[in-house]
C-alpha cells in the first residue's frame, strides 16, 4: 500500500516532496539474517520518470551509508541538490524520460524507512539499541519486497556506488533472475580491516557522547550531536583522496594571514571538516549510524558462499559492469577487480573500468566525464539487449536541442 | 641544574629510574615562536652509554608524537620495553657502548617536561589550555639548552622518525654548526591537508568529552578519557598499513566463532583498536595531546624560509641520510624525497634509502632489519668521518662474543 504519495518529476523547479512511503512485511514478516523479524515496516522511496507498458524499464539505485532516497530531489531537509543529480534525470546517464528510477531509503536508515529511530510498535517508543542488527541482504530482501509492491518482476538494472555497491552485488547473488544488468561502482565484496576500524572509530566516537544515552537519547530528549560529528569527520576523510584534500586545501589558513597560536580552526582543511561534522548531524540519526556501518562491517560476500566468492554468482544470467577510481584508498580498485576476477571464474558477462581521477571515493558522485561516459556505454548497451528501444547517443548531461 | 638524577644504564635488567630533569631558561626565558615566554621549565630526559672526553660521541634522539624519553628503559608507568628497543643499547645500531644517547621529553610532553599539566608558577593551577601553543622549532630551542647545560657543543648524530624526523630537519636547520650528521626518518617538511585533517578529528573528539572541561580537567578532578581513546584510535589506523591490518586481522573473529548481531568487539581489529585506545589514555594527556598535533600541523619548514625548502639548508656542513617506507602512507616517500630534493638542490651530503615495507608508518619502531641495515652503514660511515675510533662492523643486534 502507498501512502503519502505524489510522484515527484525529478526537476530542479520542482518543490521537494515528502516522498512514498509504504509498509511492507504485514503478512509475512521479514526474517533478518540475525534471526530477528520485521513486521509492519515502513519503506521510504523515490521515483523519478514513468514505468513503461511492459514493466522492463526500472532502475534501481542503492544507496550509500549516508545517503538516502532523494538522490535527484533537493533534500528535504538541508534543501541540497540530489546526491546523484550529475547521473539521474531528462537526458542524463540514468535517462529520466526512458527509464523508471526507483531509490529507498535502507532498512535501518533514518530517512523515513524503518530504523532505530522510529518508533517501536510494541513499545510505543523509538527502537533504540532493540532495533535488530540488519546486513546488507536484509537491506536487499526489503528493496526485493517493495520491488514486489511495485509490480517489478525485473529490474533492468541495479547500481550503487560504496555501500550502495554491496547491494548491488547482494541483488545480483540473491536474486539473479530479477537482475538483467548490475552496476556496482567503487565497491567491495567485504569490509577490509582498515574500513572496520574507521567505522570502530566512529561507533566509539558517538557511544563516548554522554547524550548517546546508551543508545536511548530520542526518548531522553537529547541527541550525540558531538560524538556523531566526529564520527562523520573521520569518515569524511576517507571518502577524498590525499591529493584532493592537497588540491583542494592544501596548507592554506582559513580567513587570516597567519596561524593564530591557538586551537581555532587556523586551516581550511579544519574548517571544512567541522563544517561537515554540524551539517551531518542536522539530518542524520547517530543510531542509524551504528547500525548502517555494522551491516557494512559483517558485509562478506565470498562468506557466505564457502569462502568462494565465485559461487556467488555461479551460472549468473546478469551483465556486469565493475567500477573502479584510481585515488579511491577506502574500496580500491584491487577489491574491485576481486569481484571482476570471481565473475570472470564463472564465465560471467562482465566488463570492467577504472577510470583516473584525483577525487578519492567520493568521484562517484561528482563530475567525472570519463566515469559517465563509461557507465552511459555500458547502460545503453545493456538496453539495447532488453530491447528497449530508443537507445540515447546523447552525452551525458546532454539534452536533444 | 640537574635534579632527580641517577644514570640509567640502558640494560635490561635495572630497574626503570625517574630519568634526569634539569630546570632551564632561569636566567634568560625562552622565547617561542608564538611571541610567549617560558621560564624556569622543565626538562626531563634519559641518557643511555657514557660521554667521551672530547664530547663528540653523543647523539639526541628526538621522540614521535606520543613517544617519550623511555627509549631503551622499561616504560616507568607501563612496564613495557622502551619504544627503540630494536634500535639503542649495548651492540646495537645506535650502540650504547660507543655513543652517548640522549633522548629528552620535548616541550608540551607530560612525560616530566613542562607542558600542559604542570604547574604554571604564576598561577599555582596547572596550565591548561594557558600553556603557550609551542612549535618544532620551540621543542628545539629547548632541546639546545639542554645540550648547553650538558655541555655538549656539537652532537654527532641528531635522528627521530615521524615527528622526531621534523625535529631533526629543524635541528639541521637552526644549528646546522651543532649537527654532524642528521637522520630523519619517516617523517615531512610540512604537515598535509589530510594529517592536519586527521589531527583535528582527534582534537575535536577530545574537545567534544565533557570531561575535557574546556581544558580545565586536572583541576575539576576529571579526565577526558573517552574523547582522548577515541583520538588515539583514529590515529592508530594511520600509523599502520592497510595491508599490515590485513594481514594483523583481517576480518578474524575475536573469541567467537560467529558475528554476534550486536555492537560488541566482533572482530579482532575493533578489539585491538579499543585496547589501544584504552590503554593509551593511562599514560598520555589530553591537553599534551592537543598541543603536539597542533605543533605538528605548524610544521611547514620552507614556509620558514621564503616558500623553498632548499633554503632551510643552504651552505649546510651536515651530512644528511633520510628513509621513508614504501606502506607509510601518513608520511609517505614522496614526502621524504621532497626533503632529498631540497638538499640535493643545495648539494648538501645525503643519501637517501625506501624501505620496502609492509608495515607502515609504524614501521620505524619495529623490526625490520634492512632498515636497520642502512642506519648502521649511515652511521658508522658517519662516526669514521668524524673520526670516532672503533667503528663496529657487528650486526645490527649483535653482540661481540
Redesign the interface.
Known amino acids: 500500500m502507498s501512502t503519502n504519495g505524489g510522484k515527484s518529476s525529478g526537476g530542479k523547479d520542482t518543490p521537494p516532496t515528502p516522498g512514498h512511503q509504504v509498509i511492507l512485511g504485514t503478512k509475512v514478516p521479514l526474517r533478518l539474517?540475525?534471526?530477528?523479524e520485521l513486521s509492519g515496516f515502513t519503506v521510504a522511496y523515490q521515483t523519478y520518470g514513468s514505468l513503461n507498458a511492459d514493466r522492463s524499464n526500472a532502475i534501481l539505485v542503492c544507496h550509500a551509508l549516508t545517503g538516502d532516497q532523494f538522490l535527484a530531489d533537493p533534500h528535504p531537509m538541508t534543501g541540497k541538490d540530489g546526491w546523484w543529480e550529475q547521473i539521474v534525470g531528462p537526458g542524463k546517464v540514468l535517462d529520466t524520460e526512458r527509464y523508471y528510477v526507483i531509490c529507498p531509503n535502507i532498512l535501518g536508515g533514518c530517512m523515513g524507512t524503518t530504523g532505530p529511530k522510529e518508533i517501536n510498535p510494541e513499545t510505543g517508543k523509538p527502537w533504540g539499541?532493540d532495533f535488530?542488527?540488519i546486513t546488507i541482504s536484509d537491506m536487499v530482501r526489503a528493496q526485493a519486497l517493495l520491488l514486489d509492491e511495485l509490480g517489478i518482476e525485473q529490474l533492468f538494472l541495479v547500481t550503487g556506488g560504496s555501500m550502495g555497491g554491496m547491494q548491488v552485488l547482494e541483488w545480483a547473488s540473491m536474486y539473479p533472475e530479477r537482475v538483467f544488468a548490475a552496476l556496482p561502482i567503487a565497491t567491495a565484496s567485504?569490509?577490509?580491516?582498515?574500513n572496520?576500524?574507521?567505522h570502530?572509530?566512529g561507533?566509539?566516537?558517538i557511544?563516548?557522547?554522554?547524550d548517546w544515552c546508551g543508545g536511548n537519547y530520542l526518548a531522553e530528549g537529547k541527541r550525540p550531536h558531538?560524538?556523531l560529528?566526529?564520527a562523520r569527520?573521520?569518515a569524511h576523510?576517507t571518502y577524498?583522496s590525499?591529493q584532493s584534500?592537497?588540491l583542494?586545501?592544501?596548507?592554506r589558513l582559513q580567513n587570516r594571514k597567519s596561524?593564530t597560536?591557538?586551537?581555532e580552526?587556523?586551516?581550511q582543511?579544519?574548517s571544512y571538516?567541522?563544517h561537515q561534522?554540524i551539517t551531518f548531524v542536522e539530518r542524520f540519526d547517530a543510531n542509524s549510524y551504528?547500525y548502517i556501518t555494522?551491516a557494512m562491517?559483517?558485509f562478506?560476500l565470498a562468506?557466505k558462499h564457502g569462502g568462494v566468492l565465485a559461487n556467488a554468482f555461479r551460472n549468473t544470467p546478469v551483465r556486469f559492469c565493475v567500477i573502479s577510481f584510481t585515488s579511491d584508498?577506502l574500496y580500491?580498485t584491487d577489491e574491485n577487480r576481486m569481484i571482476v576476477h570471481a565473475l570472470n571464474a564463472v564465465a560471467a558477462n562482465v566488463s570492467f573500468a577504472e577510470i583516473t581521477s584525483d577525487k578519492g571515493h567520493d568521484a562517484f558522485l561528482l563530475d567525472e566525464p570519463e566515469f559517465h561516459r563509461v557507465i552511459h556505454g555500458f547502460i545503453n548497451g545493456a538496453a539495447e539487449h532488453r530491447g528497449l528501444v530508443g537507445s540515447s547517443a546523447l552525452a551525458p548531461g546532454e539534452r536533444a536541442p
Chains 1, 2 share one sequence.
Open positions: 539474517d540475525s534471526g530477528a539499541l535488530p542488527v567485504r569490509h577490509s580491516a582498515q572496520i576500524a574507521f570502530e572509530v561507533r566509539q566516537a557511544m563516548a557522547d554522554p558531538r560524538g560529528a566526529v569527520m573521520a576523510i577524498l590525499e584534500l592537497h583542494k586545501f592544501g596548507r596561524v597560536y591557538g586551537f580552526a587556523d586551516f582543511v579544519e571538516l567541522r561534522g551504528l555494522r562491517d559483517y562478506d562468506d584508498w580500491p
